[in-house]
Nanobody, 130 residues
């Protein structure tokens, strides 16, 4: 069974930065692509970023492109999300997720649909004040 535990959320002023972390256990972390999603109050869960097994390929939602960087350290079984120039619209619960099917595809495999992810963390709250 896979366990994903996010950390690093908090209250930050607009314009600030945060780095979220997601520690994975239970599977060979380097065998799977990972993703970050977020859910704002009253809104559906939305894709933020994804990274391939090796970390060599990444993809971002248009709404965060240029402000967000996803990275991973396979030796530490951890995926990160660096968010810069935070805006009140970034306020949400942020979730990391693992897609099991990614192990069957090439290392460049990336997917932004939440339906393709089968393991999720409990989420970490990010609140941006104006």
């Amino acid at each position: 069974q896979v366990q994903l535990v996010e950390s690093g959320g908090g209250l930050v002023q607009a314009g600030g930065s945060l780095r979220l972390s997601c520690a994975a256990s239970g599977r060979t972390f380097s065998s799977y692509a990972m993703g970050w999603f977020r859910q704002a109050p009253g809104k559906e869960r939305a894709f933020v970023a994804t990274i391939s097994r090796s970390g060599g390929s990444t993809s971002y939602a248009d709404s965060v492109k240029g402000r967000v960087t996803i990275s991973r350290d396979n030796a530490k079984n951890t995926v990160y999300l660096q968010i810069n120039s935070l805006e009140p619209e970034d306020t949400a619960v942020y979730y990391c997720a693992l897609t099991s099917m990614s192990t069957y595809f090439s290392d460049t495999y990336l997917v932004s649909s939440g339906r393709s992810y089968d393991y999720w963390g409990q989420g970490t709250q990010v609140t941006v004040s104006s």
